[in-house]
């Protein structure tokens, strides 16, 4: 199962790696945003569109001397994900340590994997689908 959609990029200067997972009542995000200052974060769910930009300021290295290469980006970075629908966007809590960013979202209450939300869900399926009526009714479905 495909837990979350990456959506197009936004222009950037740079993109940070994310980790994404399922938990039994959240969906996680972690991104490696080392060098930003939490304050420089905006973390944003509109109907169902986790976005996540930010920027890393650049050093002053007019004077670091003897260096030879800079490989670190610097500028601003944003990334989008659609989540299902289970995603509580009112509960969404986020906190930045060791330069990850973890992003929790939680699973709204009815989908957090209880038997009967999984049973109502599997009955409107079968209603759903021709021929199984007789078999709700039956109780073999049930």
Same mark, same amino acid.
Do not use: C, H
């Given at each position: 199962?495909?837990?979350? @959609?990456?959506? #197009? *990029? &936004? !222009?950037?200067?740079?993109?940070?790696?994310?980790?994404?997972?399922e938990e039994e009542s959240r969906f996680v995000v972690r991104a490696d945003i080392p060098g930003v200052n939490p304050a420089d974060i905006v973390v944003?769910?509109? %109907?169902? &569109?986790?976005s996540v930009s930010g920027e890393r300021h650049a050093e002053? @290295?007019?004077e670091v001397a003897g260096v030879s290469r800079y490989e670190r980006a610097t500028g601003r970075f944003a990334r989008r994900f &659609? /989540?299902?629908?289970?995603?509580? !966007?009112? %509960? =969404? +809590?986020?906190?930045? &340590?060791n330069g990850i960013l973890? =992003? #929790? =979202?939680? +699973? $709204?209450?009815e989908s957090t994997g209880t038997p009967?939300? *999984? *049973? #109502? *869900?599997? +009955? !409107?399926?079968? $209603?759903s689908m021709p021929g199984c009526n007789a078999l709700l009714q039956s109780?073999? /479905?049930?």
């Open positions: 199962m495909n837990l979350v @959609r990456l959506q #197009s *990029r &936004t !222009a950037a200067d740079w993109f940070p790696a994310v980790d994404i997972f944003n769910m509109d %109907g169902g &569109t986790l002053d @290295r007019s &659609t /989540l299902p629908d289970s995603a509580d !966007a009112e %509960g =969404i +809590k986020a906190s930045s &340590t973890e =992003i #929790s =979202i939680p +699973k $709204q209450p009967n939300y *999984r *049973r #109502s *869900r599997l +009955k !409107a399926l079968y $209603q109780g073999i /479905l049930a």
